[in-house]
């Protein structure tokens, strides 16, 4: 059978786990500040930081283990990334690692780890991802840029009063089927578009009286 095979999205919840950055440059800074903002413990192994890492590393908010890789020391992490600027030592990693069955990323070499990470926009909880599969960064980094102007704040207050929705939809009774029709009908392409033209209020409006309404027999 012919088909194209792509990957599968996921997010980890990476909060407590113990993560290993090896590399203490600019593109390991930037890996090691995502970690640490999902929470993720994080080891940098490097010889050498960037300025902002060793402030990190003073401070403790990261253990620095200051030497070069040493073989077989990715297998103590849950996630590992290798954001060396030597190829040769990325692969050494990243072989350790998938050895040992544990996540790795490379940043010189995308198809030598087991995961990529997507280009993203974060507005409270919600998180919208874009990945072009290691083929074009610099794409997802375009297509990222664009989703942050179209969903921001004001997208992510309307999704807080989606959740409060739902549960008043969840405790008025009926089945999970009942409700996720409910909500194909109810929620539209044309009310994401009002939300971002500044017609939140009439949106939740619309919304909250047809919740009000659910299950009532006329």
């Known amino acids: 059978m012919d088909m194209n095979k792509c990957g599968y ?4 919840q990476l909060e407590a786990q113990a993560c290993l950055v090896v590399g203490g440059g600019p593109v390991a ?5 995502a970690l ?8 940098v192994c490097s010889p050498l930081l960037t300025p902002a890492l060793a402030k990190l590393a003073a401070a403790g908010a990261v253990i620095w283990r200051r030497e070069t890789y040493r073989a077989g020391a990715a ?19 990243a072989q350790d690692a998938r050895q040992a069955g544990r996540l790795v990323n490379v940043v010189t070499s995308p ?10 926009v974060a507005s409270g909880d919600l998180l919208l991802t874009v990945s072009t599969g290691g083929k074009s960064p610099a794409l997802a980094r375009l297509i ?28 008025a009774g009926g089945s999970a089927r009942e409700r996720e029709l409910f909500w194909r009908q109810v929620l539209r392409p044309e009310d994401l578009t009002g939300v971002r033209a500044g017609r939140r209020e009439e949106i939740e409006g619309k919304i909250r009286d047809a919740v009000s309404r659910f299950g009532v027999k006329s």
């Open 29 to 33: 800074e930037r890996k090691v500040t």
């Open 36 to 43: 640490l903002q999902s929470g993720a413990r994080v080891t």
């Open 144 to 171: 990222r840029q664009e989703l942050a102007e179209l969903y921001g704040a004001e997208m992510d207050a309307f999704l807080q009063f989606l959740e409060t929705q739902r549960l008043r939809l969840k405790e």
């Open 111 to 120: 198809q030598a780890g087991n995961f990529q990470v997507a280009a993203s």
């Open 9 to 12: 999205p996921i997010t980890i």
């Open 75 to 93: 297998k103590a992490y849950f996630l590992v990334v290798a954001a060396t600027d030597d190829d040769a030592v990325n692969q050494v990693v």
